[in-house]
C-alpha cells in the first residue's frame, strides 16, 4: 500500500481536478490534470526502462573467509542510447549481500563502485543474483531488473586458534604428557639405528669413521644409522547430520579445519571422513586443500567414528556414546535454544559418561575463546 499511496493521490488529485475543470469551464485546469495524469505515466514507465538499460558484472575474488567481508566490484555498463540515471544495484552473492548507488552512466560508458558483501557463507558459488532498481525520475514506481552474474569463488569456513592436539589413544599407560604420540622409523634423528654404506649427499658427521677405516682398501665408507621419531596419523570423524541446526554444522566445520590445520602446523598426517561428499578428503593435504574441502562439505550421514582419534559431532540425542578416542560436541542448544536435541543437563551427562570411559570430551558453544584447546 505505501508503493501505491503516493500514485494513488496523484491520479485521484487529477481526477478531482478534471472534475472541477468540466463543471466551472476553467481550461487551465484540464491541462494541470493532464500534468498530473502525466507524470504518474512516466513515472510507471521510465524506472523499468532505466533499469533495464544497463548490463552488469562483478568482480571478486577468488577465494574468502566466512563471516569477513568480502570486498568486490561492479561494472554497470550503460548498453541504451541515452544516459541512465539513480540506480541501486544489490548483490545476492556468496550467500551475502551487498549494494551500490550509480548516480548517473552515460550512453556506452561504464561506470565501477566497490562494495563489501557482508557475512558471505561458507560453500563454493559460481555467481549469483544481482538486482537493478531505479525510481528516476519522481520516485512514484520502481523499475527491478534482475540477472544471473557468474563469478567463481570458494567461502573457506571460518577458523580459530587450537592450543594442542589430543594425546592419541597409543601414549604410554604412565600417562606422560606429551601432545602426540611416536614411533621409530630410519631418519637423522637421535638414537642409534646401525651402520649402512655411505650413500652420496649423506652428511659426513654421520660417517663411522672406525668402521670406515676397517674398509678402507676397497675405498668405501659406512655411515651411521639414527632413529627418529613420528607421530602417528590423525584421524577425525565429522558429524554433519542434517537434523542438527545449520548454525552447529558450521561450528562442526570450522572446529574440523582448525584442528587439521593444527595438526598439518605439528607435521601430523592427517585422515578425515565427513561421510558420504562430492569430494573425498585430500591424499596429501596441504592447509589449502583443506579449506578447500571444509568449503564444500554438505550435511550426509554420519561416518562411522570407530578408531577415530577425534570426532565432532552435535549434542543430538543419541542412544550410544561415539567411538573415538576424544569427543567434540558442538551444542544444539547454546546455538538454537530448546529443541528436539540435548538439554544441557544431557549434555553434562553425555560429557561425563565420555570422561568416565577414559577418554576425552570437549564441547564447543557460539563463543570460542582462543586459543581453544580439549581441557
Same mark, same amino acid.
Request: aromatic residues 8%.
Given at each position: 500500500?505505501?508503493?501505491?499511496?503516493?500514485?494513488?493521490?496523484?491520479?485521484?488529485?487529477?481526477?478531482?481536478?478534471?472534475?472541477?475543470?468540466?463543471?466551472?469551464?476553467?481550461?487551465?485546469?484540464?491541462?494541470?490534470?493532464?500534468?498530473?495524469?502525466?507524470?504518474?505515466?512516466?513515472?510507471?514507465?521510465?524506472?523499468?526502462?532505466?533499469?533495464?538499460?544497463?548490463?552488469?558484472?562483478?568482480?571478486?575474488?577468488?577465494?574468502?573467509?566466512?563471516?569477513?567481508?568480502?570486498?568486490?566490484?561492479?561494472?554497470?555498463?550503460?548498453?541504451?542510447?541515452?544516459?541512465?540515471?539513480?540506480?541501486?544495484?544489490?548483490?545476492?552473492?556468496?550467500?551475502?549481500?551487498?549494494?551500490?548507488?550509480?548516480?548517473?552512466?552515460?550512453?556506452?560508458?561504464?561506470?565501477?563502485?566497490?562494495?563489501?558483501?557482508?557475512?558471505?557463507?561458507?560453500?563454493?558459488?559460481?555467481?549469483?543474483?544481482?538486482?537493478?532498481?531505479?525510481?528516476?525520475?519522481?520516485?512514484?514506481?520502481?523499475?527491478?531488473?534482475?540477472?544471473?552474474?557468474?563469478?567463481?569463488?570458494?567461502?573457506?569456513?571460518?577458523?580459530?586458534?587450537?592450543?594442542?592436539? =589430543? +594425546?592419541?589413544?597409543?601414549?604410554?599407560?604412565?600417562? !606422560?604428557?606429551?601432545?602426540? %604420540? *611416536?614411533?621409530?622409523? $630410519?631418519? &637423522? @634423528?637421535?638414537?642409534?639405528?646401525?651402520?649402512?654404506?655411505?650413500?652420496?649427499?649423506?652428511?659426513?658427521?654421520?660417517?663411522?669413521?672406525?668402521?670406515?677405516?676397517?674398509?678402507?682398501?676397497?675405498?668405501?665408507?659406512?655411515?651411521?644409522?639414527?632413529?627418529?621419531?613420528?607421530?602417528?596419523?590423525?584421524?577425525?570423524?565429522?558429524?554433519?547430520? =542434517? +537434523?542438527?541446526?545449520?548454525?552447529?554444522?558450521?561450528? !562442526?566445520?570450522?572446529?574440523? %579445519? *582448525?584442528?587439521?590445520? $593444527?595438526? &598439518? @602446523?605439528?607435521?601430523?598426517?592427517?585422515?578425515?571422513?565427513?561421510?558420504?561428499?562430492?569430494?573425498?578428503?585430500?591424499?596429501?593435504?596441504?592447509?589449502?586443500?583443506?579449506?578447500?574441502?571444509?568449503?564444500?562439505?554438505?550435511?550426509?550421514?554420519?561416518?562411522?567414528?570407530?578408531?577415530?582419534?577425534?570426532?565432532?559431532?552435535?549434542?543430538?540425542?543419541?542412544?550410544?556414546?561415539?567411538?573415538?578416542?576424544?569427543?567434540?560436541?558442538?551444542?544444539?542448544?547454546?546455538?538454537?535454544?530448546?529443541?528436539?536435541?540435548?538439554?544441557?543437563?544431557?549434555?553434562?551427562?553425555?560429557?561425563?559418561?565420555?570422561?568416565?570411559?577414559?577418554?576425552?570430551?570437549?564441547?564447543?558453544?557460539?563463543?570460542?575463546?582462543?586459543?581453544?584447546?580439549?581441557?
Amino acid at each position: 500500500m505505501r508503493a501505491w499511496g503516493k500514485p494513488a493521490l496523484l491520479v485521484c488529485l487529477g481526477l478531482v481536478l478534471y472534475l472541477i475543470a468540466t463543471t466551472s469551464g476553467a481550461g487551465w485546469l484540464y491541462v494541470v490534470a493532464s500534468g498530473v495524469v502525466g507524470v504518474v505515466l512516466v513515472s510507471a514507465a521510465a524506472p523499468l526502462w532505466n533499469a533495464r538499460g544497463v548490463e552488469v558484472e562483478r568482480k571478486a575474488p577468488a577465494v574468502g573467509t566466512a563471516g569477513e567481508p568480502l570486498a568486490c566490484e561492479m561494472q554497470v555498463r550503460n548498453v541504451g542510447r541515452f544516459a541512465r540515471h539513480l540506480m541501486e544495484v544489490r548483490d545476492g552473492f556468496a550467500g551475502g549481500a551487498g549494494a551500490g548507488v550509480v548516480a548517473r552512466v552515460g550512453r556506452g560508458a561504464t561506470e565501477v563502485f566497490g562494495y563489501e558483501i557482508e557475512v558471505p557463507s561458507r560453500g563454493m558459488y559460481d555467481g549469483g543474483e544481482v538486482v537493478v532498481e531505479s525510481s528516476a525520475p519522481f520516485g512514484l514506481f520502481r523499475g527491478r531488473w534482475r540477472r544471473w552474474v557468474s563469478s567463481a569463488i570458494t567461502i573457506y569456513p571460518r577458523t580459530f586458534e587450537v592450543a594442542g592436539l =589430543p +594425546r592419541p589413544a597409543t601414549d604410554d599407560a604412565g600417562g !606422560a604428557e606429551r601432545e602426540e %604420540a *611416536s614411533e621409530m622409523h $630410519r631418519g &637423522l @634423528g637421535g638414537e642409534f639405528w646401525g651402520v649402512r654404506e655411505y650413500r652420496p649427499g649423506d652428511p659426513a658427521r654421520l660417517i663411522a669413521w672406525r668402521q670406515s677405516a676397517r674398509s678402507l682398501a676397497s675405498g668405501r665408507l659406512s655411515v651411521v644409522e639414527l632413529a627418529q621419531e613420528t607421530a602417528p596419523p590423525l584421524s577425525l570423524a565429522l558429524d554433519l547430520d =542434517p +537434523r542438527a541446526p545449520s548454525a552447529v554444522r558450521e561450528m !562442526a566445520v570450522s572446529a574440523t %579445519a *582448525s584442528i587439521v590445520l $593444527r595438526a &598439518l @602446523g605439528k607435521g601430523r598426517a592427517v585422515l578425515a571422513d565427513a561421510g558420504p561428499q562430492r569430494a573425498a578428503f585430500p591424499e596429501a593435504p596441504d592447509p589449502d586443500a583443506v579449506l578447500a574441502w571444509c568449503a564444500g562439505l554438505e550435511p550426509a550421514t554420519p561416518p562411522e567414528a570407530g578408531g577415530a582419534g577425534i570426532a565432532i559431532v552435535p549434542t543430538l540425542k543419541r542412544d550410544r556414546l561415539p567411538a573415538a578416542a576424544t569427543v567434540v560436541l558442538v551444542s544444539c542448544h547454546e546455538f538454537a535454544g530448546a529443541g528436539p536435541w540435548m538439554t544441557p543437563e544431557e549434555e553434562r551427562t553425555f560429557v561425563e559418561g565420555i570422561e568416565a570411559s577414559g577418554r576425552t570430551a570437549a564441547v564447543l558453544g557460539p563463543d570460542v575463546r582462543e586459543p581453544w584447546g580439549f581441557s
